[in-house]
């Protein structure tokens, strides 16, 4: 049992060696075959360490590697560890991972790179399980870095389309960034408590639960950390890669731009959460980050035409809702939210996939439409994907999110009223993409029409099998008034003791709670009726590309021309930046020194040479006096 | 005995002049003549200026070592006549003169 830790990102990695070196020897069915059954063998080692955790047979425990290095005083090791939080990253990362690696055999079926694809899943599972299973910063550094490679070899997978490297690009870079500033809170984590072990007597987070609330130090490292957490999980400012990032196949985007990568930023904070507890300024900052993002990102998905895109931004969205929850302290709500999400996302990406699969590669709504007979089984798993993160119960999403909307409410009436906002928004693009998708006429070409088929059994079983999770999930964690115990809050207490010894939760009466879930539930009402009146029975179609439209629609259509601002604001001034750097520093100064030094030597040269005259008397006379010369200096001075 | 005796009796001043003034003619042989069979010779001359200068330390001090530094110059010193002689053989059949001021191709 004990030894079972090291056993579960093992598996991973060996699937990425066997199918890295082996390349295309392997056939296409057996190198799906081992980087699926790799990950359910993580999966298999989860659920055990899991059900021990649950019935508490098996105590959290962590497991050294090895020495890492040892620096002076300082010692790091590589060790993992398992408590109830990552148990429950571990069992989504390898679950959904398991099922998208299948679901993957499917996609990638007829794709050249098959092989490649499920090598850097495999990396990719390797990084993340890495990344949660760290018993200290470092290690869950590494991982972090990690998950950013992979999802850049990801994002860029089909190399050959330049747009698409110029997404990978800026997903790295942006993720750079971010991870800058987790650096540096990691420096000072480690400037403030000389060590970087989360758990233990001397870990970080028993040393800051003894610091006072808003100690300016324990403030800079949870601003320093989330800013990592921003890049990340996609948050304002550095949010433009995600969208961008739908450039990779969509499974890519189903396991780590939706359900597991992005979601990495809010482990972070929920196992830091002590050091956010003890740092209300950073809070706040974290959740009027998270609710601004959240706002924005729903208003762009509300004009977007890519199936993909509408999901990615509504993904940016989630994400803001889940930094929102944490921002107001509640950590076991964000990770509520985090395993709801990663269903019911993961479900709806592999949804989008399926129908761009029948499509034959097209992903504009406008050009689908009436799939519903065509695609049976996609057409009922995503209406259960959209139900779910619509909010509607009993199903997944309407638990978390109602758990979240309620913590802020209890903190914050402002922001739980644009939390209401997004989550109304949340409904209306779902059901405009889910009405212009399946519902109406077709508005594809001839051609794709004799095409449409519903995709083969390995993609349609996980996207069942996330249905199922989407609609059960929520049942892990029962809102207060329903009487019935709320499983993950127990759960998950010991991670989240100290914090809530520091900072009570506000309670609000169960008349409150009441009445928020019947707002929640009248405002999703009213935004399915507008939205099924306006695409279901008006079939209103979105305006055509060449369209002139509105201006706000026009602004909300260019996602807020944030990208352009960028563009002109960041990206021009530094590229003129640079070039003048290599224009004047490069050119003139660097150049002009090495030119000069090398003309000095041909002009000196050009002098000199005159001095050989070819005339050995010459020679051998110079030869006299310079020895002459060197006996008068040595014997005379 | 006699012979390292009669050798004792001239002082070692006179030897130092002696060299000094066969090595100072040597350089000045090399210096002023043109012919390369004199500068040649003129060479051979300073070096055996040098030999000289050493045996007469060497009597002086009676230390034998500085002899048998000589006697490996002089086996150098044949060596290295035969080259130059080679040396000077081939000049003369590609310019048919032994004048050194023939031999200023080489300059810049």
Same mark, same amino acid.
Request: charged share 10%; net charge neutral.
């Given at each position: 049992?004990?030894?079972?830790?090291?056993?579960?990102?093992?598996?991973?990695?060996?699937?990425?060696?066997?199918?890295? #070196?082996?390349?295309?020897?392997?056939?296409?069915?057996?190198?799906?075959?081992?980087?699926?059954?790799? *990950?359910? #063998? /993580?999966?298999?080692?989860?659920?055990?360490?899991?059900? @021990?955790?649950?019935?508490?047979?098996?105590?959290?425990?962590?497991?050294?590697?090895?020495?890492?290095?040892?620096?002076?005083?300082?010692?790091?090791?590589?060790?993992?560890?398992?408590?109830?939080?990552?148990?429950?990253?571990?069992?989504?990362?390898? @679950?959904?991972?398991?099922?998208?690696?299948?679901?993957?055999?499917?996609?990638?079926? =007829?794709?050249?790179?098959?092989?490649?694809?499920?090598?850097? $899943?495999?990396?990719?599972?390797?990084?993340?399980?890495?990344?949660?299973?760290?018993?200290?910063?470092?290690?869950?550094?590494?991982?972090?870095?990690?998950?950013?490679? +992979?999802?850049?070899?990801?994002?860029?997978?089909?190399?050959?389309?330049?747009?698409?490297?110029?997404?990978?690009?800026?997903?790295?870079?942006?993720?750079?960034?971010?991870?800058?500033?987790? %650096?540096?809170?990691?420096?000072?984590?480690?400037?403030?408590?000389?060590?970087?072990?989360?758990?233990?007597?001397?870990?970080?987070?028993?040393?800051?639960?003894?610091?006072?609330?808003?100690?300016?130090?324990?403030?800079?490292?949870?601003? +320093?950390?989330?800013?990592?957490?921003?890049?990340?999980?996609?948050?304002?400012?550095?949010?433009?890669?995600?969208?961008?990032?739908?450039?990779?196949?969509?499974?890519?985007?189903?396991?780590?731009?939706?359900?597991?990568?992005?979601?990495?930023?809010?482990?972070? *904070?929920?196992?830091?959460?002590?050091?956010?507890?003890?740092?209300?300024?950073?809070?706040? &900052?974290?959740?009027?980050?998270?609710?601004?993002?959240? %706002? #924005?990102?729903?208003?762009?998905?509300?004009?977007?035409?890519?199936?993909?895109?509408?999901?990615?931004?509504?993904?940016?969205?989630?994400? @803001?809702?889940?930094?929102?929850? %944490?921002?107001?302290?509640?950590?076991?709500?964000?990770?509520?939210?985090?395993?709801?999400?990663?269903?019911?996302?993961?479900?709806?990406?592999?949804?989008?996939?399926?129908?761009?699969?029948?499509?034959?590669?097209?992903?504009?709504?406008?050009?689908?439409?009436?799939?519903?007979?065509?695609?049976?089984?996609?057409?009922?798993?995503?209406?259960?994907?959209?139900?779910?993160?619509?909010?509607?119960?009993?199903?997944?999403?309407?638990?978390?999110?109602?758990?979240? &909307?309620?913590?802020?409410?209890?903190?914050?009436?402002?922001?739980?009223?644009?939390?209401?906002?997004? /989550?109304?928004?949340?409904?209306?693009?779902?059901?405009?993409?889910?009405?212009?998708?399946?519902?109406?006429?077709?508005?594809?070409?001839?051609?794709?029409?004799?095409?449409?088929?519903?995709?083969?059994?390995?993609?349609?079983?996980?996207?069942?099998? %996330?249905?199922?999770?989407? *609609?059960?999930?929520?049942?892990?964690?029962?809102?207060?008034?329903?009487? #019935?115990?709320?499983?993950?809050?127990?759960?998950?207490?010991?991670?989240?003791?100290?914090?809530?010894?520091?900072?009570?939760?506000?309670?609000?009466?169960?008349?409150?709670?009441?009445?928020?879930?019947?707002?929640?539930?009248? *405002?999703?009402?009213?935004?399915?009726?507008?939205?099924? /009146?306006?695409?279901?029975?008006?079939?209103?179609?979105?305006?055509?590309?060449?369209?002139?439209?509105?201006?706000?629609?026009?602004?909300?259509?260019?996602?807020?021309?944030? =990208?352009?601002?960028?563009?002109?604001?960041?990206?021009?001034?530094?590229?003129?930046? /640079?070039?003048?750097?290599?224009?004047?520093?490069?050119?003139?100064?660097?150049?002009?020194?090495?030119? $000069?030094?090398?003309?000095?030597?041909?002009?000196?040269?050009?002098?000199?040479?005159?001095?050989?005259?070819?005339?050995?008397?010459?020679?051998?006379?110079?030869?006299?006096?310079?020895?002459?010369?060197?006996?008068?200096?040595?014997?005379?001075? | 005995?006699?012979?390292? !005796?009669?050798? !004792?009796?001239?002082?070692?001043?006179?030897?130092?002049?002696?060299?000094?003034?066969?090595?100072?003619?040597?350089?000045?042989?090399?210096?002023?003549?043109?012919?390369?069979?004199?500068?040649?010779?003129?060479?051979?001359?300073?070096?055996?200026?040098?030999?000289?200068?050493?045996?007469?330390?060497?009597?002086?001090?009676?230390?034998?070592?500085?002899?048998?530094?000589?006697?490996?110059?002089?086996?150098?010193?044949?060596?290295?006549?035969?080259?130059?002689?080679?040396?000077?053989?081939?000049?003369?059949?590609?310019?048919?003169?032994?004048?050194?001021?023939?031999?200023?191709?080489?300059?810049?």
């Amino acid at each position: 049992m004990e030894n079972l830790l090291i056993l579960i990102p093992l598996f991973p990695l060996l699937g990425f060696t066997i199918l890295g #070196l082996s390349g295309k020897n392997l056939s296409k069915s057996t190198a799906g075959a081992i980087a699926s059954g790799s *990950v359910l #063998l /993580s999966f298999i080692l989860s659920v055990v360490l899991f059900s @021990g955790l649950v019935s508490g047979s098996l105590p959290a425990y962590q497991q050294k590697l090895l020495d890492w290095f040892a620096a002076g005083k300082w010692d790091v090791d590589l060790s993992l560890m398992v408590d109830p939080l990552s148990s429950l990253f571990l069992l989504v990362i390898t @679950g959904v991972g398991f099922l998208i690696h299948v679901y993957s055999t499917g996609y990638m079926h =007829d794709d050249d790179g098959h092989n490649k694809f499920f090598s850097y $899943l495999n990396l990719f599972v390797f990084f993340m399980l890495m990344l949660v299973m760290g018993s200290n910063f470092l290690v869950m550094f590494v991982g972090w870095e990690g998950v950013g490679l +992979c999802s850049y070899l990801l994002i860029g997978f089909w190399f050959k389309n330049p747009s698409y490297n110029a997404a990978a690009r800026k997903a790295f870079v942006m993720n750079r960034i971010g991870d800058l500033g987790f %650096l540096i809170g990691i420096f000072l984590i480690f400037i403030q408590f000389g060590t970087l072990e989360y758990g233990g007597t001397q870990g970080v987070f028993e040393q800051a639960s003894h610091a006072a609330s808003n100690d300016p130090v324990i403030v800079a490292i949870a601003i +320093c950390l989330f800013i990592g957490a921003m890049g990340k999980s996609a948050q304002i400012p550095l949010y433009t890669w995600l969208p961008d990032a739908m450039a990779g196949p969509t499974p890519v985007s189903a396991l780590i731009h939706a359900a597991t990568m992005v979601t990495a930023g809010i482990y972070m *904070v929920a196992r830091a959460n002590i050091i956010y507890t003890l740092a209300p300024d950073a809070q706040v &900052l974290v959740a009027y980050t998270g609710v601004i993002t959240a %706002l #924005l990102a729903a208003t762009i998905g509300l004009a977007q035409n890519d199936i993909k895109k509408v999901l990615a931004y509504s993904t940016v969205s989630q994400l @803001g809702l889940m930094f929102l929850a %944490l921002g107001v302290g509640a950590y076991t709500a964000a990770v509520f939210h985090v395993i709801t999400h990663a269903f019911f996302k993961a479900l709806l990406f592999l949804g989008a996939g399926s129908v761009i699969h029948a499509m034959s590669g097209e992903q504009d709504i406008r050009k689908m439409g009436g799939l519903k007979p065509h695609l049976p089984k996609t057409w009922m798993t995503f209406l259960i994907g959209t139900i779910a993160i619509a909010g509607i119960p009993p199903f997944a999403g309407f638990f978390s999110k109602d758990e979240i &909307l309620a913590n802020v409410y209890a903190r914050d009436k402002g922001l739980w009223l644009t939390g209401m906002i997004v /989550s109304a928004l949340t409904t209306f693009y779902m059901f405009r993409l889910l009405f212009l998708t399946f519902f109406g006429n077709f508005r594809g070409t001839h051609h794709q029409k004799e095409h449409l088929h519903e995709s083969p059994a390995s993609m349609t079983l996980p996207l069942v099998i %996330l249905s199922v999770l989407s *609609v059960l999930g929520g049942f892990i964690g029962f809102p207060e008034v329903f009487h #019935l115990p709320h499983w993950l809050h127990h759960y998950l207490s010991p991670v989240m003791e100290a914090s809530e010894i520091r900072a009570l939760p506000a309670e609000i009466t169960h008349l409150t709670e009441w009445s928020l879930m019947g707002v929640a539930l009248i *405002v999703i009402a009213i935004m399915f009726f507008i939205a099924r /009146s306006k695409y279901l029975s008006r079939e209103e179609l979105p305006e055509p590309e060449e369209a002139k439209l509105k201006t706000l629609h026009r602004v909300v259509y260019h996602k807020y021309y944030v =990208d352009e601002f960028y563009e002109g604001f960041i990206l021009k001034p530094l590229g003129w930046f /640079s070039k003048q750097l290599k224009n004047i520093v490069e050119k003139e100064l660097i150049d002009g020194v090495v030119n $000069l030094s090398g003309q000095a030597a041909m002009w000196g040269g050009k002098v000199l040479r005159y001095a050989q005259t070819g005339m050995v008397s010459f020679y051998l006379f110079m030869m006299v006096l310079g020895a002459v010369g060197l006996w008068i200096y040595f014997n005379l001075f | 005995m006699d012979a390292i !005796n009669s050798i !004792n009796q001239v002082p070692i001043s006179s030897y130092l002049l002696l060299s000094s003034v066969l090595f100072s003619i040597g350089v000045l042989g090399v210096i002023y003549r043109r012919n390369i069979i004199v500068m040649f010779m003129s060479i051979e001359l300073m070096l055996n200026a040098v030999n000289l200068m050493l045996v007469a330390f060497s009597a002086y001090r009676n230390d034998p070592s500085a002899q048998v530094f000589v006697f490996f110059i002089m086996a150098v010193a044949a060596a290295e006549v035969a080259i130059g002689l080679s040396i000077l053989v081939m000049i003369y059949r590609n310019t048919r003169s032994i004048d050194s001021d023939e031999l200023k191709q080489l300059k810049w």
